[in-house]
């Protein structure tokens, strides 16, 4: 039975695909679209509080049973959202794999082939099969060239930088590819050039118009993880402001095509409360009536001196804590139970001098957030590329890098509530010790401890063995009220993203997809890509997904 309807689907997709490329056509019922109000999401009078994954590359698999299978085992776990890329451009027409842009000194072409728009038909449409909602991101902040070497009229790419074209999220085009492609130095170029512009408007209409009818598409994210600077700088006069107006000039393009989605930011949730407004936000008058029995109360917003207080509180109660059981430290931290030297950790990957709440970054998620057009705030917790905090030398580096993610957990649920809008956690992860190898920066087009050893990684880095990678990930999604500091449930967090989804079982081979070709290819099977945070095999923290998609659930907003 399941086999024949299984079947039966399959064979309904392509017949439709062939028949109607682009439009799904029936006319939908409004409430069968997402909305949101002001503390979350509802689909056809229903609550949608959910848990969701990223998966960037799905739309880069060649077989469209891998596709149905990836989401049809993401759907078993109860999560109901997924996040990817509706872009995958390319400065020349590669060979083999799925492209969707062409951007040539210039000059846009969309290729709406079999390789091309097509494959993103078929994830959408198999998507809204499964009963599973998609976020689209339309551009990324990020796209490092990775290095070469010329030798006379050849260029090549360094064998250690090698990784195959869409492998990495960093790899599908995004702001930088246009700003080279334009002739343009600087990364905020993407913001202000006029013909970047209406070449980026012109590619966001093909796709919003293309999908506009959807009811599988949750909302349209502008960017991931928008900033002033990327691999190409910043120039001197890209503010957080710059990057508002560009938010809000999208939001609005979008919203004369699309009245039936959401459109979202898809930034990585800096704050900056001192930052300028484009969008200040006005205080209301209106009594807000007492919160019904077990329902949440409504939080208030942090300003910078709470949060820097908060920090200091907290750091003060673990050093109290470390004097009375004799175990102070200040000049190191522990690493699996002794005491090194913080210079070895400091030859990790740099966290970026950048601190998330001044506004450096260029990024006032708060102002963004603020925009009529735009539906709900995104923030995301990386805290392996990013510091949320100051580290506590008296604690484990793992358990710092947890606490401090709670704590943006819940500044970022605050910094929304203030809006009165819904906040996503539109990804969160932390690279374990087994996974370190695949390990690559959003900003790097190779991995870093490729070479490392693993008994070097376990004791000279500080990443979370697999334990800990499941106390982090089941704090962030777990419906716990008693604990001090907020949780994704406790916090009012509309929705949860873990990043990012892990496949095993890929049939057919691509660009992104190596099977093992020594023998029979009917029983090899490949991995989905690992930048480091990939969960395939993972069995634990798929089952940690999948009881905080029954905790979300079972605690509408
Ligand atoms: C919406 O809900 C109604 C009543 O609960 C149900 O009959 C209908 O099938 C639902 N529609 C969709 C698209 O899920
Ligand atoms: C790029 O476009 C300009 C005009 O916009 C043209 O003059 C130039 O020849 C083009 N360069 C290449 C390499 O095609
Ligand atoms: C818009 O996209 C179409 C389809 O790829 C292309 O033919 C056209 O040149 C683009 N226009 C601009 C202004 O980029
Ligand atoms: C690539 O180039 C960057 C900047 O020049 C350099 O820091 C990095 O080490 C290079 N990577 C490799 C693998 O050679
Ligand atoms: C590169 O140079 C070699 C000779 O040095 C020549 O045979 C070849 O055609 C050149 N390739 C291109 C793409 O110009
Ligand atoms: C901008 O990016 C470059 C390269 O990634 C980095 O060296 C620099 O510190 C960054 N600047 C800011 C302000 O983040
Ligand atoms: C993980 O690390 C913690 C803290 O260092 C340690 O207590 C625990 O035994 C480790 N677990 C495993 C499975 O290595
Ligand atoms: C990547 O980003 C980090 C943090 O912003 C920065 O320190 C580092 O220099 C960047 N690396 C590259 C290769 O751009
Ligand atoms: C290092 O960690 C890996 C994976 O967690 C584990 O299998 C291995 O036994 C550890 N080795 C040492 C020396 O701790
Ligand atoms: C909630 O967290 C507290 C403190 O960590 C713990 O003692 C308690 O058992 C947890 N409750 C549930 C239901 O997980
Ligand atoms: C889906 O899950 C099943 C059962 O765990 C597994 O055998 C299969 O390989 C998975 N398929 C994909 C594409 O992940
Ligand atoms: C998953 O397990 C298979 C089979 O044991 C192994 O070949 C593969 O490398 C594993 N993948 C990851 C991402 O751990």
Redesign the pocket.
């Known amino acids: 039975m399941h086999f024949l309807l299984y079947f039966w689907l399959l064979t309904s997709i392509s017949l439709c695909l062939a028949v109607t490329p682009s439009r799904t056509i029936a006319k939908r019922?409004p409430?069968?679209f997402v909305s949101s109000t002001s503390s979350g999401f509802s689909v056809?009078?229903s609550s949608l509080r959910y848990v969701g994954t990223n998966l960037y590359w799905l739309p880069t698999l060649e077989s469209n049973d891998d596709i149905w299978n990836v989401l049809a085992n993401i759907s078993s776990l109860g999560i109901k959202v997924v996040r990817l890329w509706a872009f995958n451009d390319v400065e020349t027409i590669p060979d083999t794999g799925t492209w969707f842009q062409l951007v040539q000194n210039g000059t846009t072409t969309i290729n709406d082939g079999p390789n091309g728009l097509q494959k993103l038909d078929t994830v959408i449409q198999m998507a809204e099969q499964q009963g599973l909602y998609v976020i689209l991101s339309l551009t990324n902040n990020w796209n490092p060239v990775p290095n070469t070497t010329t030798t006379g009229n050849s260029t090549q790419v360094l064998a250690s930088t090698n990784i195959p074209r869409n492998t990495l999220s960093n790899d599908f085009g995004g702001m930088d590819l246009y700003v080279r492609q334009f002739g343009l130095q600087y990364h905020d170029d993407f913001y202000t050039h006029a013909g970047i512009l209406t070449a980026f408007q012109n590619y966001t209409q093909q796709i919003v118009t293309r999908y506009a009818d959807s009811?599988a598409v949750f909302s349209w994210e502008l960017a991931n993880d928008a900033r002033c600077n990327s691999t190409q700088a910043t120039s001197p006069t890209c503010t957080t402001q710059t990057v508002t107006q560009w938010h809000a000039t999208m939001a609005s393009f979008i919203a004369t095509l699309d009245s039936n989605h959401i459109v979202s930011a898809g930034t990585s949730g800096y704050q900056c409360t001192d930052c300028q407004k484009l969008y200040p936000i006005t205080p209301t008058v209106t009594s807000t009536p007492s919160p019904a029995p077990g329902k949440k109360r409504k939080v208030t917003p942090l300003t910078n001196a709470q949060i820097v207080r908060k920090r200091a509180e907290s750091k003060r109660r673990s050093r109290a804590a470390a004097i009375r059981a004799g175990t102070l430290k200040e000049d190191g931290i522990r690493i699996r139970g002794r005491w090194v030297s913080t210079m070895a950790r400091r030859q990790e990957i740099s966290t970026g001098s950048s601190s998330t709440t001044d506004g450096s970054a260029g990024v006032d998620s708060q102002d963004i957030l603020n925009i009529p057009n735009i539906g709900f705030g995104s923030f995301q917790v990386f805290p392996d590329q990013e510091s949320y905090g100051t580290d506590d030398p008296n604690l484990d580096p793992v358990d710092n890098k947890i606490n401090s993610s709670l704590l943006w957990i819940q500044q970022s649920a605050q910094s929304a509530a203030a809006v009165g809008k819904p906040v996503v956690l539109t990804g969160f992860g932390l690279v374990t010790q087994d996974n370190l190898q695949s390990f690559v920066p959003f900003n790097m087009t190779y991995a870093p401890y490729a070479s490392m050893a693993t008994d070097v990684v376990n004791t000279t880095t500080s990443f979370a063995n697999s334990t800990q990678q499941e106390t982090g990930y089941s704090s962030f999604l777990e419906n716990n009220d008693t604990k001090s500091i907020a949780v994704a449930n406790s916090a009012g967090l509309a929705g949860v993203m873990q990043y990012q989804w892990g496949s095993t079982g890929i049939t057919q081979s691509s660009s992104t997809i190596q099977l093992d070709s020594s023998t029979s290819p009917s029983t090899d099977t490949g991995d989905t890509p690992n930048d480091g945070y990939s969960i395939a095999n993972n069995t634990a923290i798929q089952q940690i997904l999948m009881q905080g998609a029954q905790a979300m659930a079972a605690n509408p907003l």
Do not use: E, H, L, Y
């Open positions: 019922d409430t069968s056809n009078g009811p």
